[in-house]
């Protein structure tokens, strides 16, 4: 990937293709494990890359409805199904077109499957696509056998059924879990196209990323994003860097600071000399991390895949006993080998192949509902075993948006009037300090005075007229460098929870000073309440100072704080809790948290963030309400206890039915025809899909 810096917007598409077909290969190994319907995306992705999981469902459709068409002729021309409803309807030559309908249906829908099984074996782990291939293998060939020449009834409307109800199966699941990861896709978008080239001469040159090496020096203007990363040699700016590192406030910065590619210049001009491009910068790194941890990640298989893996073996050792057994006794090899294969085509539950779709439909429904976006149904499922969550607390625990929490007023002047002409003054202002003060002010209901001149004093605030006197709002540098005296007492307390203090100044003196913090969401209150109810620890990891932290904690009584943590350690820090044998949830926004959210059991993202964060994760809190993470929780529990009901339901069919398909009653005459074998497998898949229907949030 060392060239994926110089594609603009305008040929993403072109090269996040490129970049998909680079992974296309891990993914489909992934997503073997981590669901049975994605067993053979691993085929589809190979020529599309990630953009055609909807492609995928078309074509899951697609296959159900023609097979299901011609499914009808196929159950018309079934003397099993003849004989069963009481009518005969053969002539001459029927069994060749029934064979040829049945040829067609075996494979066009049954294809999906047996590529689906074939990338299952060679992973040497078995799931629910190899035990729909072995059913609709042996369904298939034994019926074949019978039409041209060996005796014994033919399986074909047992193979087309099969079918259209595996087909439909994952169509419901794959449309209620839809959307493939593009957070590879998403991060290469941070990246600017172009960058302004200084050269040696002093003029400036538009050239494209890629040309750029290190040692070269870049003007980035205000506004722009910064194209690489590298040290300022000229000019000051405060550079907004949240994006990537979840910091709320702008960082002023100037010569010999450091500078990362993706993050977003403010209101200065800068020139930066480049130190890393290509896969050494930030971005790319990020990359590489969510790569890996998502590679590493998809290990589990969902609970109706272990259950297929089961029915497989189970299938296949009774199908081979059941032979073995009817020969010992001295019936025909015909006679044995119709047993057999009853055994093995019942075998595989049509009822468990809409037992976990249906509830998962189900549950996403609900989910989408409560504003829960799963996208990862496996993790999803997990969930019910989490002991811990950790927030990071920039914009989940947090608004991620300044607001005043303190006043400080000399005694000479009126709190009202000091912050009218804040105010008035910070509405020139983009900064977000300057908009706390704005938003706040304005839900006080002060109306603003017009301001006659304003000027941005870089990296120490603003100054300007208002209502004819001259106001300045200014950072502590500044009033350090006047020697303004100021409440210091007061000022430490403040700046100790680690609040960000201005101060005002009218005419030059100190009218008061305006401690602002990163609002505390009313709804984060709650959810660590309810957390704490479900035994869940919670914890919170932030990239802020130590102070900050605290602050926020004490706020909001957390179990663990760890703060300063750098954006490249988050995901370490995650790893370090799971080896304390915790499972662990990380709910996140930033470009920062993507790799630890991949690496977290689940990794759940606030929906206000940045789209990085939310392709990562495995759910997305559209409502951005860290209540929804109980959510997710009783969800998940709600959901899985459904699951097991049904599988209960669906397995018990093949309990009841598999020894007596064998002939283990024959003794007493009772040998399960095929049709009532038919008979009790639509009504298991009628109770399971009732049954999903009752699932509540």
Known sequence: ???????????????????????????????????????????????????????????????????????????????????????????????????????????????????GSIDELKQRNPGMMTLIALAIIVAYGYSTL??????????????????????????????SVMGASNALEELIKLMPSEAHLVEENGEIKDVQISEIVQGNHVLVKPGEKVPVDGTIIKGQ???????????????DKSKDDQVIGGSVNGEGSITVSVDKTGEASYLSQVVTMVKEAQQSKSRTQDLSNRAAKWLFFIALIAGITTLIVWLAIGYNFNY????????????????????????????????????????????????????????????????????????????????????QLAASLEAQSEHPIAQGIVEDAKARGITFKATD???????????????????????????????????????????????????????DNLAGMIALADKIRETAKQALVDLNELKVKSMMLTGDNKQVANWVASQLNLDEVYAEVLPHEKADKIKEIKKRGLKVAMTGDGVNDAPALANADLGIAIGAGTD??????????????????????????????????????????????????????????????????????????????????????
């Open 1 to 115: 990937m060392k060239h994926h810096q110089h594609h603009g917007h305008h040929d993403h598409e072109h090269h996040n293709e490129h970049i998909l077909h680079d992974n296309s290969h891990d993914h489909g190994k992934k997503d073997t494990h981590t669901s049975h319907h994605q067993g053979h995306q691993h085929h589809h992705e190979e020529e599309h890359g990630h953009h055609d999981h909807s492609h995928m469902i078309e074509d899951f459709k697609r296959r159900f409805y023609i097979s299901l068409l011609v499914t009808i002729p196929i159950l018309l021309l079934s003397p099993m199904i003849q004989g069963f409803i009481g009518v005969d309807w053969r002539f001459t030559g029927d069994m060749y077109i029934l064979f040829t309908l049945s040829t067609f249906i075996f494979f066009y829908g049954g294809l999906p499957f047996l590529t």
């Open 146 to 175: 019978t039409v041209f020449g060996l005796t014994g009834n033919n399986f074909f409307w047992e193979l087309a059924t099969l079918i259209d109800i595996m087909l439909l199966g994952h169509w419901i699941e794959m449309r």
């Open 237 to 251: 700016s405060a550079v907004d860097e949240s994006m990537l590192t979840g910091e709320s406030v702008p960082v």
């Open 336 to 419: 044995a080998l119709e047993r057999m294969v009853t055994v093995m085509v019942i075998a595989c539950p049509h009822a468990l192949g809409l037992a976990a779709p249906l509830v998962v439909a189900r549950s996403t429904a609900l989910s989408a509902k409560q504003g829960l976006l799963v996208r990862n149904r496996t993790s999803f499922e997990e969930a019910r075993k989490l002991q811990s969550v950790v927030f990071d607390k920039t914009g989940t625990l947090t608004e991620g948006k300044f607001g005043i929490t303190d006043l400080t007023i000399e005694s000479s002047f009126d709190e009202h009037d000091v912050l």
């Open 453 to 507: 001149s304003f000027e941005s004093l870089t990296g120490k605030g603003l100054q300007g007229k208002v209502d004819g006197k001259e106001i300045k709002v200014v950072s502590p540098g500044y009033v350090h460098e006047q020697k303004i005296s100021y409440p210091t007492e007061e000022f430490e307390r403040l700046s100790k929870q680690g609040k960000t203090v201005v101060f005002v100044l009218i005419e």
């Open 612 to 697: 990085v964060a939310m392709e990562t994760a495995d759910v997305v809190l559209v409502r951005s309400n860290p209540n929804d993470v109980v959510s997710i929780l009783t969800l998940s529990k709600a959901t899985y206890r459904k699951m097991i009901q049904n599988l209960w339901w669906a397995a018990g069919y093949n309990i009841v039915t598999i020894p007596l398909a064998a002939g283990v009653l024959s003794p007493l005459g009772i040998v399960l025809s095929p049709a009532v074998g038919a008979v009790l497998m639509s009504l298991s898949t009628v109770i399971v899909a009732i049954n999903a229907r009752f699932l509540k949030a």
